[in-house]
């Protein structure tokens, strides 16, 4: 279910070519530098994600078809994990994405130390918030 | 960086992180044990316990006499007098908790509690939530660039309607010793009751409680090398009919009707329930230990380990705060989030801790959305900070 798109392929396979860490840090920034952040003026309060220690916007443009994401963060790492977020659920309508299994998605990556319940960084509440915007979109 | 740390190896944990790798640089947090600790846990509870200050059998006498004993030996470690009082809590946050609610039906509307702008949020809450609940002022007592509080300046605060003044010896986020006795003792003359949050600064100078004049003191075993969900809090002989009873349940009751009751005077009337009898055994052990060893020693080798922290990152040119002169260093690199450096540190085995540190206002107020922070202990040595200085080196490699 769900296959992946050619980008989203590309991507694995380039994490999974990583043997260290420093290449799959380099890489996440790299991702990071490419994300089209949500644009300053809908970094306001109401957008921003409750449980991140840095500071993370997200959009969910119900207009768009399909739907569209956008987000925003302080931090250049986490820019590259949002990203790769993004990137697996592109072009997906709400049932889809509700269905990938994202925990699995990063683990393949192998960036699943970034979903541990420990982490503050806040990949965790920024999917939380995700649920919670396509809940509404649905009702 | 040749720093041996003599006291390693009684620090199983130290042991066990440092063959996976891992560098533990957060002890500000949490302290790793030393095995005479665990030992003591093990060999209480395999002696049979008992509940304490309620049974005639013996195990019941054993247990007392073992927690009675304890509460001595604390009693001892913090050179409180004879006459004053050691309350067992969960740890610093309770017993602030404690002190908030046991004094509250002193204040009224207008009245005034000082605090320091760099508190934790365990010395801010319960007083600004006290403040919101019954009307009073709550003054912040600014620091300076150094992270000194202003002496001068928290003086000419003190008024009629000061009450408390709750401040912390060692900030967990500046790492300054603070020169607090000239305060206490204005304060102390003002009628206004002094508590000292000494859960960091316990750790690096044994406190002197017939020296530091102040009415209430507390810290954390865990941060003390000793076990969790352990607090103590001193109370001073003038201040302890001060306090009202706060929390109810067994052991803390003189005479219980269905309507009324009266309750034991401290320390007992303040530990309902069953205490963490093992675990304040333990951390007496813990104190007993630390007393055995050369204290000057340990002082120097902490000290000679955080000079050479500061050295190495100002040698980097990365942003510090304050200055600090204990036990920590909190600190950004230029143009950098501290998320991604923690992230890549965290990568490369290096234990610190990054983000607001319990301390929201405080880093608000410096301007930053966070701060890493390297802190240290006993056991810490010089190839730790080679590890760390190392790995900071590659992160920011590739951050900058």
């Given at each position: 279910m769900n296959d992946l798109t050619r980008a989203a392929q590309q991507a694995l396979a380039d994490f999974q070519a990583c043997?260290?860490?420093?290449?799959?840090?380099?890489?996440?920034?790299?991702?990071?530098?490419?994300?089209?952040?949500?644009?300053?003026?809908?970094?306001?309060?109401?957008?921003?994600?409750?449980g991140c220690e840095t500071r993370v916007w997200l959009v969910l443009d119900k207009n768009a078809?399909?739907?569209?994401?956008?987000?925003?963060?302080?931090a250049r790492l986490l820019r590259g994990l949002l990203a790769l977020l993004l990137l697996r659920i592109e072009g997906l309508s709400a049932n889809h994405i509700a269905a990938v299994n994202l925990v699995d998605w990063f683990a393949q990556l192998g960036l699943s130390r970034q979903l541990s319940p420990s982490r503050s960084n806040g990949l965790n509440a920024v999917l939380e918030r995700m649920r919670e915007l396509l809940a509404h979109s649905v009702d | 960086m040749?720093?041996?740390?003599?006291?390693?190896?009684?620090?199983?944990?130290?042991?066990?992180?440092?063959?996976?790798?891992?560098?533990?640089?957060?002890?500000?947090?949490?302290?790793?044990?030393?095995?005479?600790?665990?030992?003591?846990?093990?060999q209480y509870y395999q002696h049979g316990v008992a509940n304490v200050h309620r049974a005639q059998h013996q195990p019941g006498e054993h247990a007392t006499r073992c927690f009675e004993s304890a509460r001595n030996t604390i009693a001892d470690w913090l050179q409180a007098a004879a006459q004053d009082t050691i309350i067992f809590t969960k740890g610093t946050t309770e017993g602030i908790n404690l002190l908030s609610q046991a004094l509250a039906h002193h204040f009224q509307a207008g009245d005034e509690i000082l605090i320091?702008?760099?508190?934790?949020?365990?010395?801010?809450?319960?007083?600004?939530?006290?403040?919101?609940?019954?009307?009073?002022?709550?003054?912040?007592?600014?620091?300076?660039?150094?992270?000194?509080?202003?002496?001068?300046?928290?003086?000419?605060?003190?008024?009629?309607?000061?009450?408390?003044?709750?401040?912390?010896?060692?900030?967990?986020?500046?790492g300054r010793?603070?020169?607090?006795?000239?305060?206490?003792?204005?304060?102390?003359?003002?009628?206004?009751?002094?508590?000292?949050?000494?859960?960091?600064?316990?750790?690096?100078?044994?406190?002197?409680?017939?020296?530091?004049?102040?009415?209430?003191?507390?810290?954390?075993?865990?941060?003390?090398?000793?076990?969790?969900?352990?607090?103590?809090?001193?109370?001073?002989?003038?201040?302890?009919?001060?306090?009202?009873?706060?929390?109810?349940?067994?052991?803390?009751?003189?005479?219980?009707?269905y309507q009324q009751a009266e309750f034991l005077p401290a320390p007992l009337g303040f530990e309902p329930g069953t205490p963490s009898t093992a675990n304040i055994v333990a951390f007496a052990t813990t104190l007993a230990w630390l007393q055995s060893l050369d204290s000057q020693a340990i002082v120097a080798h902490e000290a000679a380990l955080h000079a050479a922290l500061l050295a190495g990152l100002q040698a980097r040119a990365m942003q510090i705060i304050g200055t600090p002169n204990c036990a920590l260093v909190s600190f950004n690199a230029p143009?950098?989030?501290?998320?991604?450096?923690?992230?890549?540190?965290?990568?490369?085995?290096?234990?610190?801790?990054?983000?607001?540190?319990?301390?929201?206002?405080?880093?608000?107020?410096?301007?930053?959305?966070?701060?890493?922070?390297?802190?240290?202990?006993?056991?810490n040595d010089g190839a730790d900070l080679q590890r760390f200085f190392s790995a900071l080196d590659q992160a920011l490699e590739i951050l900058q």
């Open positions: 043997q260290q860490w420093e290449q799959r840090a380099r890489l996440l920034l790299q991702w990071g530098a490419q994300l089209d952040e949500l644009p300053e003026e809908l970094r306001v309060p109401d957008n921003l994600v409750h078809q399909p739907l569209h994401f956008q987000v925003a963060s302080e | 040749f720093l041996p740390s003599p006291w390693r190896q009684f620090f199983p944990g130290i042991l066990a992180f440092a063959e996976q790798q891992q560098v533990w640089l957060d002890s500000a947090a949490t302290a790793q044990k030393p095995h005479i600790m665990i030992d003591a846990l093990s320091s702008a760099y508190e934790h949020h365990a010395n801010l809450l319960p007083w600004q939530q006290l403040a919101l609940a019954h009307g009073l002022t709550l003054k912040v007592l600014p620091m300076d660039a150094d992270g000194q509080l202003d002496i001068d300046h928290a003086i000419t605060q003190l008024s009629a309607r000061s009450r408390v003044l709750a401040v912390s010896a060692l900030s967990n986020v500046v010793q603070q020169s607090l006795q000239r305060l206490l003792s204005a304060a102390g003359k003002a009628g206004v009751w002094t508590v000292i949050d000494g859960a960091q600064a316990a750790v690096h100078q044994r406190p002197n409680l017939q020296q530091l004049d102040c009415d209430f003191f507390v810290c954390s075993a865990h941060k003390l090398y000793g076990p969790d969900g352990v607090g103590v809090l001193f109370v001073r002989q003038r201040a302890v009919t001060a306090l009202r009873h706060w929390q109810f349940g067994g052991e803390m009751v003189r005479q219980c009707d143009h950098v989030h501290h998320a991604d450096l923690a992230l890549l540190l965290g990568e490369q085995g290096i234990a610190v801790r990054a983000g607001h540190h319990c301390a929201m206002p405080l880093l608000k107020s410096l301007g930053l959305p966070g701060a890493l922070r390297v802190s240290l202990a006993m056991y």
